[in-house]
Structures are given as C-alpha cells and as structure tokens.
C-alpha cells in the first residue's frame, strides 16, 4: 500500500511523548453517535483515540496503514479493540457498521474524496464523522518562541505540505456531510522539559531534517530551552484541539 511513512521508524517515541486528548472530546463524541455498538479509528497511530474510545463504545476498530505504529499501541483495558492494517481509503471494515468514525491527527493524510466515499460505505444510517487535529502547544512566552523557532525558522522547508492543513485547524475543506458545532476542547498536560523535547524530536520535520542534513537542530538549541524552562521540575502545556464533526447521512451527496 502506498502513503506517507513518516512514523514507523520512531513509533515507539511517539507513543511515549505524543499528548494525549480529554476524555471530555470522547464523551462528546459518543453522545453524536446514533449508536455505541462500533466507533472506527482511522489513521489510528499510536492507538491512544481507539483507547479513549473503548470506554465509550462495545468495539473499535483501529485502523492504520504502519505496522510498526500497531505493534507499539496499548492494549485496550476493556479488550474492545481491534487494531488491523488498512488505508483510509480501503478501511477494510463491512458496509453500514460504524456508529462513528474519527480521525485524530490524521486527515490531513488521507485522499479526501475517496476516504468521504469510504466513510459513506462503512457508515450505518445517521452515522457520524469527526476529524481533529491540534498544533504549537503554549507553555510560557519564552518557551513558546523557541518553540516556534524550532517549528518555522529551523525546520520550516521540512515540513510536508499537508502540515498546511493542521495550521489551519483542517478550516476551509469542503465535507460533503452536514456539519455539526461542537464544543471547544484543549490538551492540557504537565509535562516534564525532557518529555516536551522528546515530543519535539517526534516532529516528522525534525528527522527528515536529520535524514537530509545530518544534524539536529534541538541539539545546540537546547541550552537555550533549559534557561527559558528554568527550575520548575513541570509546566502545563496546551494544545487547543481544532474539530469539525458531521452528521453522514445528511450529505448533499447522499
């Protein structure tokens, strides 16, 4: 199968540093759904959705195109979940199944046109989509420069160009689906400045950076991330979470 690979050869790092979303978004998400018998995860990575997801739903099936990312997902503690390879585009999931499909993360990936005819597919009647994404989290105005740094001024022509997408919180693409408002939601977590930079180092920018020219930026960067940081042994960190979510069955094109 073919897509962009940018994570398999660090799924271990990015399960162990990327955040992790409120169980308000799960909760939320469940009560759209017309049903809970089966949320699907697309583009499932790390399975942390599919996780959350679980305590909601009497099955998940998560669904990602690396192996390396399924090998290093946790177990669900309910046993609900069912990881398995697969696209976006070719879910391999039955027809008119799925309560709820989500992406997390992940859209900004998928071909548009022929994922939206495959969440038709696999939708039940009155099912619901919802794709979320989130980008520079905010820790101190010192840290969130240097941040901010690393990200344009460092790694800027490394990133993909999909990365617009994520930038502009998935804002201005069509869904062919009726589109629900939801509430607003945020990560915030305290976090540790050795776990805030193995996060930055799972930046798909930063290794292609590293593949290309041998170096890492945060390497002489990071005395100036331990000044800004300072003594506190945790800061919060935020994330505002950028979702669109649809009602499938009142699609203009259903």
């Not at 609900?80 to 992940?106: I, P």
């Not at 900004?108 to 989509?129: D, Y």
């Not at 920018?205 to 002489?220: E, Q, S, V």
């Amino acid at each position: 199968m073919t897509f962009k690979d940018l994570f398999s050869q660090h799924a271990t790092d990015y399960a162990q540093f990327r955040p992790h979303y409120p169980p308000d978004l799960f909760a939320w998400l469940a009560s759209i759904a017309p049903g809970r018998e089966l949320a699907v995860d697309v583009g499932a990575g790390n399975g942390q959705a599919a996780v959350a997801l679980a305590q909601h739903f009497d099955r998940v099936i998560a669904v990602d195109p690396s192996a390396k990312q399924i090998a290093n997902a946790p177990a669900s503690p309910t046993d609900h979940v069912l990881y398995q390879q697969g696209t976006a585009e070719d879910l391999g999931c039955d027809s008119g199944t799925a309560d709820l499909l989500v992406a997390a993360q992940a859209f900004h990936w998928f071909k548009q046109e022929a994922f939206f005819a495959e969440v038709r597919r696999v939708a039940r009647p009155s099912g619901c989509l919802a794709v979320w994404c989130y980008g520079l989290g905010t820790i101190t105005p010192d840290l969130d420069k240097l941040v901010y740094e690393l990200y344009e001024t460092r790694l800027g022509p490394c990133w993909e160009p999909e990365r617009k997408l994520v930038e502009a919180g998935y804002g201005g693409i069509a869904f062919p689906f009726a589109e629900l408002s939801p509430p607003r939601f945020a990560m915030r977590l305290a976090w540790s400045l050795e776990h805030l930079i193995g996060y930055l180092n799972t930046w798909s920018a930063l290794k292609r950076h590293l593949r290309d020219k041998g170096d890492n930026p945060l390497t002489d960067m990071l005395p100036r991330f331990e000044r800004a940081w300072g003594t506190a042994h945790e800061r919060e960190v935020t994330w505002p979470i950028s979702v669109r979510a649809f009602h499938i069955s009142a699609s203009a094109h259903c």
